[in-house]
């Protein structure tokens, strides 16, 4: 069956499920959005007020929390990478060195990983304003497991309705995302959209194959009680953060803007140190109840379980944009088709035949 390309409906009366709860949001330098929009801090603010929006809303902005230098370098890194010249991307074909940066940057919706083999964007994970976020909103203790950079060119699909601790699982809900806006977010190009409030049913939603064109190959979640009105979107300028809950229901849409305008950002994901990591199934006869995936960096404070040491596991890997098909990311041996490819009769959800062992 094919799933509505959104779980949301049409709502005949928008509701603001946005909650003000106060204190100094810092000394704004930013002009975009031209009125600050609830939630939207800067690098001074109290962080008792940015703990008390995050706890209510499941998100909120960091306004320059990067210098437009500081922009401008991970551009240039993005650009490096995708050329291949920081290191190998696992499913990326090489490209040939005469091709354009903009000809180049088109072959990349998403990379997972990049941290891996960049120095620059490694960094980021120890930008002073995302820790003063991570610190006051997870706790004195916190780590980083993933980053994913998106390289979003105009047509470029979005990402359905979706929960990040769908994908990364943290035994204390402590997952936080911060998505560092390369250039400037917007409607148009695609940028975030969320839904106030929605990490506070600490339900993570079922999820289908959606069969919409506009996403990529990542499922969708249904079932939960909001409307179409319920979302709004989260315009940043560049060089800001937004921070989001891992159960905050949150997607983006095509960047419908004019060819040669980008929306990249680089999306690291940060949780307690006190938690295990239940990520990866053990390979060495480990009970889940006692996995803790440890290819982690510690950003901020300690961690208890050092002990164990830490690994290299994950490794940077080119993410499907759904343009040469998509494989289940949760069913082994099946394969996806957009609502175009279907014929009469056929099903939207296929089983493949498993490959044949050598």
Known sequence: MIMPSSSI????????????????????????????????????????????????????????????????SLIDETTQICRGNRGDIQNAKPLPDALTDDEVLKQFLCIHF????????????????????????????????QSMLFIKASGKPGQAWHQDEDYIPTRDRSLIGGWIALDRATVE???????????RHGILW???????????????????????????PVEVEAGSVVFFNGYLLHRSLPNRAPEGRYRRSLVNHFMSCESFLPWNKPEDGTPMAKTDYRDVLVVAGTDP????????????????DGRS?????????QKHLYADEVAPGQPIVQTLEPAAKA
């Open 9 to 72: 409906s049409n709502s005949p009366a928008p509701r603001s499920l946005v909650v003000e709860t106060g204190g100094f949001a810092g000394t704004r330098r930013s002009a975009f959005p031209a009125v600050r929009p609830p939630g939207y801090f800067s690098p001074d603010a109290d962080p008792a007020a940015l703990k008390a929006f995050f706890d209510a809303n499941g998100y909120l902005v960091m306004e320059d929390a990067f210098s437009p230098q500081e922009v401008a």
């Open 114 to 145: 990049p941290h891996k083999i960049s120095a620059t964007l490694k960094a980021t994970l120890f930008n002073p304003a995302t820790l003063k976020v991570l610190t006051s909103v997870v706790g004195p203790n916190v780590k980083c497991m």
């Open 189 to 199: 190009n695609g940028g975030l959209w969320v839904i106030p409030g929605s990490h």
């Open 206 to 232: 079922d999820q289908a194959w959606h069969g919409d064109r506009r996403f990529d190959c990542s499922e969708e979640s249904h079932g939960f009680p909001y409307t179409d009105a319920d979302a709004i």
């Open 305 to 320: 379980f050092a002990y164990r040491g830490y690994a290299e596991i994950a490794k940077p890997m080119l993410r499907g």
């Open 325 to 333: 098909g998509c494989v289940s990311w949760s069913v082994a041996n």
